[in-house]
Structures are given as C-alpha cells and as structure tokens.
C-alpha cells in the first residue's frame, strides 16, 4: 500500500479484556517497528521484526505484551488482561531495513483507552 | 544507545531559516544522525539522514560537525507547517531500533 496502515484507529476496551491491534506495513518492507507513545512524550520502543523474525522485544513492558508477524508483512500487537496503564497511542512503523539506515515510515497509531 | 541532547524548546518566525542543534558527543564512528519530526497529532515523519557529510533533501538539510559530535537540522525557510517536536537520533548499522528522546518543540510565528 502507500503507507503503513494501522486498525483500528480508536479502540475502547474494558479493563481485563485482550485486545490485538494490527499493522499493515509498506508492501516490500523488511523492518516493522512497534511503538508506544504517551502524551506529551516521545515514543517509546517495544518490538520489532525483520521478516518474520522478532529481532528485539526488549521494550515490551511484560508478558501481558506480544507481537507477531507470521508471514514477514502484517503485524498484530496482543494485550492481554488489559490495565488502564496501557491506554496510549500505539505506533506502527516499518522501514526498507538495511545497514545505511534509512528511513522509517509510521502509520497514523491506534489509540486505545482501557476504562 | 549513544545519548543526543536537544534544547527543550526553540521559535522562529515564518520565512525566516531555523537551525536546530543537536549535540552527541558519544557518538561512534558508525552511527547514523537521525532526523524525525512529529507535527500535532501525527505520527513521526523522516526528514533526513547522514553519516558524515553534509546532507540536503527537498525538506532540510543536516549540516554535521567534523568531529560528528554535533549536528544541525536547517530548515531553510520555516513556514506555519514546520511547527512541531524535532527528534535528533542516532541509530547504529545493525537492524535497530530508533531511540527518541524529547526532542525540540519548534514553534514557528507569523
């Protein structure tokens, strides 16, 4: 597609409950990146992928976090047993990947609000 | 994650250039300098990257210092669009990820 498409673009959920957002990233994009931003602040790493592989998790908060990208183009973020802690804008950004570094491109987010 | 140091904030009037620093003095020699912005609410947006030279695209330009301990982000004319947080990142030849910090709120006056 032309850019990294997140859904859903709000999403309100009770606490306790799991919730999957899911990203679409650039057709042909090694890298896929997940991000989590509070207001106010910057965005803050949880996972990323090259291919299908889980090359970094070290941001995941705990293990009530996953990610998966099974055949190496969408990506699906799991909460499971949601905690209001979690409300924020969850960021999806892929990239070409490669040693030079080049750009990310990142989707519009998934807001989530856990009441 | 070698560390970047921005100044919390910076203003501008339209039209007029803006140079936004950015000091990494514990850069290594194969870091790349990052440059994204994050307008209201929008997700970050690339603006431009460099390893050693100086680099220009229809967006900015990032002049790199000799030493590469320090970088600036020019914007050439700013206009009421360019307001937003400027994230100054370096990011490593591995696969990894991108660290931002806070970042510099440019403010851009009429």
């Known amino acids: 597609g032309a850019g990294v498409s997140q859904s859903p673009r709000y999403k309100v959920t009770k606490r306790g409950q799991d919730v999957a957002l899911r990203c679409d990233p650039i057709s042909g994009h090694v890298s896929l990146y997940w991000y989590r931003q509070a207001l106010g602040q910057g965005p803050e790493f949880l996972t990323y992928f090259n291919y299908e592989a889980q090359q970094d998790k070290s941001g995941l908060p705990n293990d009530r976090f996953s990610a998966e990208r099974p055949e190496g183009s969408i990506s699906t973020l799991t909460i499971q047993r949601t905690e209001q802690r979690d409300s924020a804008m969850y960021r999806c950004a892929s990239s070409l990947g490669g040693v030079q570094g080049g750009g990310y491109t990142f989707g519009s987010g998934t807001r989530l609000t856990v009441v | 994650d070698a560390k970047t140091t921005q100044p919390n904030s910076m203003e501008s009037n339209e039209e007029e250039p803006v140079h936004l620093p950015c000091n990494h003095s514990?850069?290594?020699?194969?870091?790349?300098i990052h440059w994204y912005r994050q307008l209201p609410s929008q997700g970050p947006e690339y603006v431009i990257h460099g390893l050693t030279s100086n680099v220009n695209n229809r967006m900015a330009s990032l002049a790199i210092a000799e030493d590469r301990k320090s970088s600036t982000l020019i914007l050439h004319r700013a206009t009421l669009r360019d307001a937003a947080v400027y994230y100054c990142i370096l990011r490593g030849t591995s696969y990894g990820k991108l660290t931002f910090g806070q970042g510099t709120i440019l403010t851009v006056h009429p």
């Open positions: 514990t850069i290594s020699g194969t870091d790349y």
